[in-house]
Each structure stands twice: as C-alpha cells, then as structure tokens.
C-alpha cells in the first residue's frame, strides 16, 4: 500500500508540475520584471529589491538594504496592493539578517496569485517601528518545460499504479471468500477477472476525468496568462503629425475603452519613441485617450527611420503595463514640444561616453559608476554640473519627479522606466500609500502628486540590469524651466561563476 500510495502521489505531482509549466512569459517593463524601491519607513531609509519568481505560485527573493546601523529586525508579508485584501495581512515572516553585513536583511516570500500584490515591510529598531509598502506586479515569467525523462518515468510510475489498484482488486475478490490455503476455483477465478475487467474500466474513468480536468485547468489558466500578457500596439500615422496607437487585439481595446487607467505623473500614458538601430532620436511623449479605447498624440518634427515604440500605462489595481510596437516613418514636420513631452536628436548607440554628456547648452551629466554587473541591485547616481564644473543650480521637478530614467537594452530586449523611487509606478505606490510624504503639486489632469521636497544636482535611482549586454541610458531632468535629456551607452558584465 506505501508504494501504491507513493506512485499515486507522483501521479498528482506530475498533473500539478504540467499546470504549472503551462505559464508563459508576461512583462510590466519589458524584460525587466524584478523590482527595485529606495525609499523611507519612518526614520530609516530602506533599498528594497524583490525578485520576482519565474512562474506563480512561486518564492520570490527579497532583498533590503538598510542605510544605518538603527535598524534591529524587519519582516516581510503579501497582501493584495488595494481593496480588502490589502488590509487583513497574514502573520509576517522574520527576514534574515545577514552576518556578513549587517545592514543586509533577506527573506523568501510566497507569490501565490497573478495581479497587483504588495510586500509590506514592518521595521523595527533604534527609533520605534514604522512600515513601508512596496507594490509589485505578480505574473510568470516563462514557461518551463518537463524533462522527457521525467515525464516517462512519471507516466511508468502512473501506468504500475493503475495495474497494481487493477491487480489487488481482482486477487481481493477471488480469494476473499475463500479459506486459508483452499486452491483457487474456476469460478472464483472468473469472478476476479470480471472484477479486474470492472476495475480496469474505473481506472480508465478515472484517467479521462483527470485528463479532462486537466485540460479545462489548463485552458483556464491559459486564459489568465494572456490576460496579463501586455498587447501589441498598432501604431499608425493619422494625418500628416498625428500618432494613433491601437492594441492590436480587440478584447485589450474594449478593456481599455472600458476600465479606467490610473493616471502616473499626471499622465495616463508615456510613450518613447526610438528610432533604431542607431538609437540616435528619442522622444518622450503624452498620447491622449479616446473613448475607444485608442490613443493618438501630436508629433514633433522627426527624422524619417524605423521608430519602436513603449507605451506605459497602468490600469486601475495598480498593475502596470508596457505596450509595445514599432512604424516605419517619413519625415514628420510636427509642432513644437509643449508641457511635459521631451527628446531629440543624439549620437548613435557605441558613440557616446559612458561616463559624461555635456549637453547643447553646456550642462554637464556625470555618472560615476563601477563596471556594471548583471543582476546585481545598485544604485545608479548621477550629477548634473554646470559648464565650468560646479553643481548645477535651477534644478526642478519633472512630472513630479527629481528625474526620469529610460534603459534600453540595444536588442530591444530590456526596456525600464524608472525614478528616483525605483521601478514601481507613482500610481501604484500611491495606492499603496507609500508616497513620502513630501509637498504636494496639482497635476493638470487635477491628481495630486508628492513632490520631492528638494531637486539637487544629484540624481540617484535604484535598478538592477537583468542580464549582460550594451545598453543606453537616457537621463531625463527639468533644469531652468527646460527639459534635458543627456545620453549614456553602457556594457552590462555577466555575473562570475561561483564554484
């Protein structure tokens, strides 16, 4: 019986590994799911990074980088971003503080639902006990394969299961009724047979409805994959200046004509424009919606060339979501740049410093850096100098913002927009309730911002580049009522083999 148990057992094993298996790749930012926050519980300032796992249910990493020594214990719990759940949390897992570095706390978390969830952190130490809220979007990264190997030895294990259930019935109901040691008759011989022949029957049964389950199961789960799998956009040019941006399917148009986006920095959708492979134009703009679900915008003057093209947004629970698409251009005379759009003209990607940008007007960006590894959290620092070297003065907010940053990998395989905040969205971290605190500034779509308190000449933000390879880096900030865009190419290493 232990070994008929244990066979069954694989058997519910294997049907839950194939569900599993059967979640397909979904990205916020593209190719960078993992998420990076720096920001403040209370008195003590936190670096926070979750590591998103590959498929859900899944453990995800979490990593938090306390910037004193005040800090004495943090725990970590999930809970939905908003609504109920957000507000009954289950009892919090103690992180493990690192004995290497004390500032250093980890933990491993379960993420057991796709959508918009949050870490909450409780921290305790020097100075009371304070919480941060960190939001993150919840979706499989990629789809994982059985090995054929185990799939056959799963399918033996399964097929000597049903024959032994099939073999004790049959020898239960021919030797039950008989005495001890009394050989077997004909007729007690065909009753086994004729039990085993209705056992087979039931085993079969019973196989069918599984496999059925199984392919109801996986249709549905298919179905929620897609539905957080972000569409492509159709991106066509209506007039002679005017954009229009289509999801290429028509369920995520109804979805969007019927659900409400929250707006983020004011807007409800970023869109970047890049011209490639040269990577030298660079646009950041503000569509419009319109009732249908589609969104259009004024263009610029650009440069004929083949323009990609992310679109961010972020419905209403929170989760955000990167739109992409690319068109072919002609030579676009547009209208000038007004409000909160910026870009321009730059040198092609691999011809340009990795370290400083002296822009048009003489600002200097400096971006002092180690060699960047893949998957390593950091925080990337930048300082904004005036012609002679000297801090910049007349730094202001940008959409709310003390800067924007946009990296794109040169295969178009990352794409991240990030702030000084991190990865997450305003949106989301307003939903959350994580906002700092700071001065407030009214939006023009009448939302209300935290403004950061103060905009210096440096910029920090957190990120973590997902994997190796040449990237570019556009540094986006307002100085002087002018929005400045200064350019950094960069090789991302691979991370070392340990042995």
């Known amino acids: 019986m232990g070994l008929s148990r244990t066979r069954w057992y694989a058997f519910v094993a294997a049907l839950a590994a194939l569900f599993v298996c059967a979640a397909r790749p979904a990205y916020a930012h593209v190719g960078s799911p993992n998420v990076f926050y720096e920001g403040d519980a209370g008195p003590y300032h936190l670096l926070v990074t979750v590591n998103v796992p590959q498929v859900i249910p899944g453990v995800a990493e979490v990593q938090v980088r306390a910037a004193s020594n005040d800090v004495r214990q943090i725990s970590t719990v999930v809970t939905r971003l908003a609504g109920a759940g957000s507000r009954y949390a289950p009892v919090p897992d103690l992180a493990t503080r690192s004995t290497s570095d004390p500032h250093l706390f980890t933990a491993s978390i379960w993420l057991m639902e796709y959508g918009s969830l949050r870490v909450l952190l409780k921290v305790s130490g020097d100075h009371g006990n304070a919480e941060m809220s960190v939001p993150v979007a919840s979706f499989a990264r990629q789809s994982l394969a059985m090995p054929r190997w185990l799939g056959a030895l799963l399918l033996a294990l399964a097929v000597g299961l049903a024959a032994g259930m099939i073999s004790i019935v049959g020898a239960a109901v021919r030797d039950a009724r008989l005495p001890a040691g009394t050989p077997v008759d004909d007729r007690s011989r065909r009753s086994g047979v004729i039990a085993m022949a209705v056992a ?43 954009l229009k941006l289509t999801a290429s399917e028509a369920g995520w148009s109804k979805y969007l004509a019927k659900h409400q986006l929250l707006p983020d920095h004011g807007h409800l959708m970023h869109m970047f424009l890049v011209r490639t492979p040269a990577f030298d134009r660079f646009w950041h703009l503000h569509p419009e919606a319109n009732p249908d679900g589609s969104f259009d915008v004024n263009l610029p003057h650009l440069d004929a060339g083949h323009y990609d093209v992310f679109a961010d947004i972020v ?100 794409f991240a927009h990030i702030h000084p905040s991190g990865s997450a969205p305003m949106a989301a971290l307003m939903l959350a309730g994580n906002t700092g605190g700071g001065p407030t500034m009214t939006m023009p779509d009448g939302t209300t911002m935290v403004m950061p308190e103060k905009v210096g000449p440096e910029l920090s933000m957190p990120y973590g580049f997902p994997k190796p390879g040449p990237y570019r880096v556009f540094v986006q900030f307002k100085r002087a009522g002018t929005i400045e865009t200064a350019v950094f190419d960069v090789q991302v290493q691979d991370r070392p083999q340990t042995s």
Not at 227 to 232: D, G, M, Q, T
Not at 407 to 414: A, C, H, P
């Open 200 to 242: 087979g029957v039931v085993v079969a049964a019973v196989f069918y409805l599984a496999l059925a389950w199984w392919n109801v199961d996986a249709a549905d789960h298919a179905r929620l994959t897609r539905a957080f799998k972000p569409p492509r956009l159709t991106v066509a040019l209506d007039g002679a200046n005017r």
């Open 315 to 414: 419905d209403e629970s929170g989760f955000p979501w990167t739109m992409v698409g690319a068109i072919d251009l002609p030579e676009v005379k547009g209208i000038q740049l007004t409000a909160d759009d910026s870009g321009g003209s730059f040198a092609p990607i691999g011809e340009t410093s990795s370290s400083v940008d002296v822009l048009p007007d003489g600002t200097r960006v400096v971006w002092q850096h180690e060699p960047i590894v893949a998957n390593t959290p950091m925080v990337l620092r930048f300082e904004i100098q005036n012609r002679d070297g000297s801090p910049a003065t007349e730094m202001q907010p940008y959409m709310g913002m003390a800067a924007h940053l946009e990296i794109v990998r040169n295969d178009l395989s990352v």
